[in-house]
């Protein structure tokens, strides 16, 4: 089962943040968190992943809270190509794959 | 560099028959693994080949199973088809064992879209 927690669905206006949370409380100090996205019926697209401090790359941020619990996606400036279902993603311990949960469907108004 | 290929794109099987999937990794990558998605159950894990050996296995029946040959590419075969196995099967490469120590991404492919009547 996936170990984390996502809002279902969220909106947000064209040409401003799209601020994606997601709840990992159970999270321990070796895990990874990773986002990924889907844009429909195309694969999953590898976003950003992080591990305590905050990561920032050419798509978005990752802000991990110090207690590691819960962490934020920033997508800065959204577009309409980026209407997708985000998955937040904690990579379990040892020799195991990404279990992805349902993820967030962030729908980009115009 | 190209990018995860998956082929056929789609496909149209009956009940009863089996498909063959095939995947070719990103040069250089070494791990592949395979995901199914379906409206009710999401995306979830099939298996996981790294160097010509199955690493890791999802909770699928025996009809579903794997190979990946030594230039990494991979083939995902299932047998016996059900309604219930009509989803998009998505292949993802990394350049190494994924389940390893450290941080990994994975690079997916468009996926093939199998139905079955």
């Known amino acids: 089962d996936a170990k984390t927690t996502q809002p279902p669905s969220m909106d947000c206006a064209e040409g401003r943040a799209a601020n994606l949370p997601c709840n990992h409380s159970t999270i321990s100090g070796n895990e990874y968190v990773y986002w990924y996205r889907q844009i429909h019926s195309q694969g999953p697209q590898y976003i950003i992943h992080?591990?305590?401090n905050n990561e920032t790359n050419e798509m978005a941020s990752l802000i991990i809270t110090e207690d590691r619990k819960s962490s934020t996606l920033i997508l800065p400036h959204a577009t309409l190509r980026d209407t997708a279902v985000y998955y937040c993603i904690v990579r379990e311990s040892g020799n195991t794959p990404l279990v992805f949960g349902k993820g967030t469907r962030l729908s980009v108004i115009a | 560099k190209a990018g995860v290929t998956q082929t056929p794109r789609y496909l149209i099987k009956t009940r009863g028959q089996q498909v063959t999937l095939s995947c070719s990794p990103i040069?250089?990558?070494?791990?592949v693994s395979w995901y199914q998605q379906t409206p009710g159950q999401g995306l979830q894990f099939l298996f996981e080949?790294?160097?010509?050996?199955?690493?890791n296995k999802g909770n699928f029946p025996g009809r579903f199973s794997g190979r990946q040959f030594s230039n990494s590419r991979s083939e995902m075969n299932v047998s016996t088809l059900e309604l219930g196995d009509s989803a998009l099967y998505l292949c993802?490469?990394?350049?190494?064992?994924?389940?390893?120590?450290?941080?990994?991404?994975?690079?997916f492919g468009a996926g093939s879209r199998l139905t079955v009547l």
């Open positions: 992080g591990l305590k």
């Open positions: 080949y790294f160097s010509e050996t199955q690493r």
């Open positions: 040069s250089g990558h070494r791990s």
């Open positions: 993802a490469s990394s350049p190494h064992l994924f389940g390893g120590a450290g941080a990994n991404v994975l690079t």
